[in-house]
């Protein structure tokens, strides 16, 4: 009894393959010339997420399947080192800053004192000027006899201590002077120390950052490749994701059927199993045939050479059925090779209705 119900089911197998198989190939023996057909597989663009730095995996915050929003956090890496560093950078244009103004206020300081020496330089020339007066008073009463030569010789020393004066002054300036310019080099040396802290803390801070792994862009999550406690290296894979928007079918067409076939032209997908018509565009044709996989089923021999084309859903109607359209469907795609064919009615568009995606 139990081999008679596995072979009525073998039978009915048989039998729905084989009117899939008859229905398939009236339907192509039934396209217009111009449309050319070929089974094929839908295919989801697949982008790796790898971690830039190493570190310990903390936290996975998405599961398989699960549909990503870009710039969604993903996965969280341990970032103590980050963290540390990103504490000393900050640190170290802490003490930059403060030796930037320590240095200014020691300009300050110094402006001040060459003010001073400035000050003291135009009081000391004065008191030279009424020094070098009475000198040359004292002289001129000497040559007169009105007063003697220890007079003359006091009025000298008095302009001499005068000239010496004015001269330390102008050294206590020029002293001064120069304690601006060090301390210039100074503050441009603090000013160089604050901007390569400042870098420090950025790159520590991208650092850091870089330990929360984030979708670049929308899709849905395929494989996680690392789970929590694993360590893993720089560039390590984290997540496979599946670009939802990119959503395409590879063909195989024999040498014969691509006359006039360009990319841009018109085609349709339809999967097996949904009563629908998806419209597509051809986005690439292979420059060089090449022998048929044995994957791909078609009534030509393994031997005639195949072109690989590729047609690919419009973004807007992949993003709208996302929910629907999954990597692996089965179906068949349609391309029109030549542009004044018009589409036949059962290739005409007909998409599911919102409720199915």
Avoid: C
């Avoid at 997420?49 to 929003?69: C, F, H, K, N, T």
């Avoid at 849905?220 to 390590?236: K, L, W």
């Avoid at 395409?248 to 339809?270: C, E, H, I, W, Y």
């Amino acid at each position: 009894m139990k081999k008679a119900w596995v072979l009525i089911l073998l039978l009915v197998v048989a039998t729905a393959a084989g009117w899939y198989y008859w229905q398939q190939q009236q339907l192509a023996q039934a396209l217009p010339l111009g449309i050319v057909s070929s089974n094929g597989r839908l295919e989801l663009e697949r982008f790796d997420i790898a971690s830039l730095y190493p570190g310990r995996v903390e936290q996975m915050l998405v599961a398989e399947g699960e549909d990503v929003d870009v710039d969604q956090l993903l996965v969280k890496l341990s970032s103590s080192q980050s963290e540390s560093q990103l504490v000393a950078a900050q640190a170290t244009e802490q003490r930059a800053h403060e030796m930037v103004s320590q240095a200014r206020a020691g300009r300050k300081q110094g402006e001040q004192a060459m003010a001073r020496a400035n000050a003291q330089i135009d009081a000391q020339i004065e008191q030279q000027k009424i020094a070098k007066m009475e000198l040359d008073n004292a002289r001129k009463m000497r040559r007169e006899d009105l007063v003697s030569d220890s007079e003359v010789t006091k009025r000298q020393a008095v302009y001499n201590g005068a000239v010496a004066i004015v001269q330390a002054a102008r050294a206590a300036y020029a002293e001064a002077q120069a304690a601006v310019q060090q301390i210039d080099a100074q503050v441009a040396e603090a000013n160089a120390g604050v901007n390569q802290a400042k870098a420090q803390e950025k790159s520590a801070a991208s650092m850091n950052d870089d330990m929360l792994i984030r979708s670049p862009k929308a899709g849905r999550v395929e494989y996680r490749i690392a789970e929590v406690g694993s360590v893993i290296a720089a560039g390590s894979k984290m997540v496979s994701l599946l670009d939802t928007e990119d959503v395409s079918m590879t063909l195989f067409l024999p040498n014969g059927q691509m006359s006039g076939l360009q990319v841009g032209n018109d085609a349709r997908v339809v999967l097996d199993g949904l009563d629908s018509v998806w419209p597509a565009k051809v986005s690439f044709i292979a420059s060089q045939a090449q022998f048929t996989p044995k994957s791909v089923e078609t009534q030509n021999e393994r031997e005639k050479l195949m072109f690989k084309v590729r047609i690919k859903l419009p973004v807007e109607i992949a993003k709208e059925y996302k929910g629907l359209l999954k990597g692996g469907m089965t179906g068949n795609g349609y391309v029109r090779s030549n542009t004044d064919v018009v589409w036949p009615s059962n290739l005409a568009i007909n998409l599911p209705k919102k409720g199915q995606s």
